[in-house]
């Protein structure tokens, strides 16, 4: 393993002062579980190192206040299905949280670190899109907030500056008549290298019938790039849900997808399920806001 500077600040205004002078030269590190594993196959150029896992008292929270849900960085995977604070209507943070990883991965992967990661495979990019979070960046000049979307750059790319922390993850309480769902396909069925992970928030009219807006977010939109499929979005709205438009969303979505051959699937494979798992969102979200579980 080479050998790196390490800095532990005290709180977090010692941390973005740290950051302020050195954030160029250094990476932010909190429960190591992506970054150690790239440190070690000598993928990570860092020369400093900036230790925040020890600041949980001021960035591990969950809080339900104002209409929005704010989730710290240093929130672990595990707090996110411990907590009673997540409704019913938020079951897809739920699943994702029970698919991620061992227990033991659970009990360390930190939200700021999942999102910071910004890899093709990471589970709550997904499910943040969905639910059209805004991420809190902070720095020793302040604090600043943008869209999710606005966020995932690309594969590995963040829009970060390098004196700044990602402090929180904050979204709207969803309103009545909402559910939510997440899938993910991989190889077994645990420690799952995400091939395909889809999380969908639908929120329906008072009829239960019809579609009043659907977030649709995967892991793979155009290329590598997680994002909101928005045709398949359009293609939905106001639509009754009866099975005629679940297909033709289906086929919204064969083209708006880009789905890339790699060597742990093939794009058509990807493709089809990715198409099963609208489906399946779709009657699961339905479901749950008819009542069901
Ligand atoms: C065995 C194993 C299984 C895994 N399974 C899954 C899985 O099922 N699903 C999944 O999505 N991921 C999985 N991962 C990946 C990893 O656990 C997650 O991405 C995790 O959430 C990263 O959190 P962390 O605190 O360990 O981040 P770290 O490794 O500490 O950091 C990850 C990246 O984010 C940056 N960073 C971290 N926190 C911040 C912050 N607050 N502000 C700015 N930058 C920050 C770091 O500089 C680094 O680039 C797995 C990893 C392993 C080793």
Redesign the pocket.
């Known amino acids: 393993m080479p050998a790196y500077d390490l800095y532990i600040p005290t709180d977090l205004p010692d941390a973005l002062s740290y950051l302020d002078d050195y954030g160029e030269t250094t990476?932010?590190?909190?429960?190591?579980?992506?970054?150690?594993?790239r440190i070690r196959r000598r993928q990570f150029p860092a020369v400093n190192l900036l230790d925040?896992?020890g600041l949980e008292k001021e960035?591990r929270y969950i809080r339900n206040e104002d209409g929005f849900f704010r989730v710290g960085?240093?929130t672990r995977?595990a707090d996110l299905l411990e907590t009673p604070l997540l409704g019913k209507e938020l079951e897809l943070i739920r699943e994702a949280g029970r698919?991620?990883?061992?227990p033991q991965?659970r009990n360390?992967?930190?939200?700021?670190?999942?999102v910071?990661?910004a890899?093709s495979?990471?589970?709550?990019i997904p499910v943040f899109l969905a639910l059209d979070a805004r991420v809190k960046l902070s720095s020793a000049k302040g604090d600043r907030s943008i869209h999710m979307k606005d966020f995932i750059l690309g594969k590995r790319t963040v829009s970060?500056k390098n004196g700044?922390?990602?402090?929180q993850v904050e979204f709207r309480s969803l309103p009545p008549n909402t559910g939510s769902g997440f899938e993910k396909m991989g190889r077994r069925n645990i420690?799952?290298?995400?091939l395909v992970n889809e999380a969908l928030v639908l929120t329906m009219e008072d009829d239960r019938e019809t579609i009043r807006e659907a977030r649709l977010a995967l892991n793979r939109v155009a290329g590598r790039l997680p994002a909101r499929a928005s045709a398949t979005e359009e293609s939905l709205a106001g639509k009754r849900l009866i099975p005629e438009t679940i297909s033709a969303a289906q086929g919204t979505l064969a083209r708006e997808l880009a789905l890339k051959t790699d060597f742990r699937a093939s794009g058509d494979y990807r493709l089809e399920i990715a198409k099963v798992y609208l489906k399946r969102l779709l009657e699961l979200c339905a479901f749950r806001i008819r009542g069901g579980n």
């Open positions: 990476s932010v590190i909190a429960r190591g579980t992506d970054l150690l594993p925040i896992s960035l960085a240093l995977v698919k991620f990883g061992d991965i360390m992967a930190t939200v700021g670190g999942n910071c990661s890899s495979s990471e589970d709550l970060r700044e922390i990602l402090s420690l799952i290298i995400a």
